[in-house]
């Protein structure tokens, strides 16, 4: 009788932190704004073209890619102004990497940095900017740079065995901006990140489709970076790495709320390892994963540090993952000075359909790994990794192999 009675008065109190770990904007699905203009596409380099468009565009309104494949260099998207790809339509990243240089000359090549290129869609103090439209965008790592025997792909393979970085351009990258929207859109094969934000106060994602292959390294899906108040729902995720990163390397990231999402093959639904200004109340509910390395990974070490705290994951199924749960302290072995925390972390309602490896791993007894669970089922079989963990409630071992997943995480 007493573990029922704990089990409820835990579940009354999993809920009341809901009010606080989430994205504190009342989020609702995004309208497409109206059109100022209407373009179609050329066959050639419409950078100018498109660009042009963007800048002379009244606010509020969107320039409407209408129709055919538009090939353009490096955007940017002024606040206020939106970009509107319909559907059948795609724009296609140009791999010429003179376009996307910084003035360094370094763009395409390899080196011990890697920040050597700027993204192909840029939004900077921007202000109720977005991208819409059910159209694609394709970042084309997959074909090879011009003037070079090499995708862009392959020149990351290429850093990895050297030992260094690429310089290579993320798909999206959004810099100290307010109430940022992407909607419906699909996004193909970035070079790097496909999405990144720095520094911003509300940011949607709301129905994109984001695939890479599977070998394809360093392409995170969507990564709030320093940012608050980010809602990131119904989307479809696939890439090579994580499909959300939560990274804290210049401010905070908190608030931020992760709903009714589908993880595949990947690195699976990430915080960290740049947590050195601390990420706190994150909502992770809805949540399908498969077919990936990780499941839920938090990842920080003693060179990051940062404090990671008031998570709640709730409403997830997992199955043929490697690592259902990750909980990382000592992440790639870094050292330094820096202590992570990792504490009020609630898992609830979860199911992991097949055997894998939990791995909780903190640094000491004096600073453990803190995490709560309520209603969380798993295989016989799996197995444990597990030190200085401090672990309220329990995992039960009966998933059977008729269990499925429901759409959008519900069990």
């Not at 699909?186 to 070079?191: A, D, I, M, V, Y």
């Not at 994150?282 to 070490?301: A, F, P, R, Y």
């Amino acid at each position: 009788m007493r573990q029922s009675t704990s089990l409820c008065l835990f579940a009354v109190l999993a809920l009341a932190h809901v009010g606080t770990a989430r994205d504190l904007r009342d989020v609702t699905e995004p309208k497409t704004p109206q059109s100022c203009t209407t373009l179609r596409a050329t066959g050639g380099d419409d950078t100018e073209v498109i660009q042009k468009a963007l800048d002379s565009c009244t606010k509020g309104q969107a320039v409407q890619l209408s129709h055919g494949t538009f090939y353009s260099g490096p955007l940017t998207i002024p606040s206020g102004v939106n970009l509107l790809v319909d559907s059948g339509v795609t724009l296609k990243a140009l791999t010429n990497p003179a376009l996307y240089d910084l003035g360094a000359n370094t763009c395409g090549t390899l080196d011990e940095y890697g920040v050597g290129c700027k993204a192909f869609i840029t939004m900077h103090g921007a202000r109720s900017s977005g991208i819409y439209g059910k159209g694609t965008i394709d970042g084309q790592a997959n074909v090879r740079m011009t003037g070079k025997n090499q995708t862009w792909w392959q020149l990351s393979n290429a850093a990895l065995a050297a030992k260094n970085y690429q310089n290579v351009p993320r798909l999206m990258q959004i810099n100290n901006s307010l109430d940022i929207t992407l909607y419906q859109l699909t996004l193909l094969n970035s070079p790097f990140y496909f999405v990144a934000t720095s520094e911003t106060n509300g940011f949607t994602v709301w129905g994109l489709n984001i695939h890479a292959p599977a070998s394809a390294r360093n392409t995170d899906g969507v990564d709030p970076i320093g940012s608050q108040n980010v809602t990131i729902a119904y989307c479809n995720i696939s890439t090579g790495d994580d499909a959300v990163a939560i990274k804290a390397m210049t401010a905070p990231s908190r608030h931020i709320s992760l709903l009714n999402n589908h993880f595949g093959h990947g690195n699976g639904m990430s915080i960290g390892s740049e947590v050195n200004y601390g990420a706190s109340d994150v909502l992770v509910s809805g949540l399908t994963q498969h077919d990936s390395k990780n499941g839920v990974h938090i990842k920080s070490n003693t060179f990051r540090g940062g404090h990671v705290e008031n998570i709640i994951y709730d409403n997830i199924c997992m199955y043929n993952i490697d690592s259902p749960f990750r909980l990382d302290m000592e992440y790639m072995d870094l050292h330094g000075n820096r202590t992570p925390e990792f504490r009020n972390i609630t898992f609830s309602n979860i199911k992991v359909l097949t055997r894998g490896r939990i791995i909780i791993h903190g640094i000491s007894n004096a600073n453990p790994v803190e995490i709560k669970l309520n209603n969380v089922h798993i295989t016989k079989g799996t197995a444990f990794f597990e030190h200085f963990a401090n672990i309220t409630g329990t995992w039960v071992e009966d998933v059977s192999s008729s269990t499925r997943c429901g759409k959008y995480g519900n069990l």
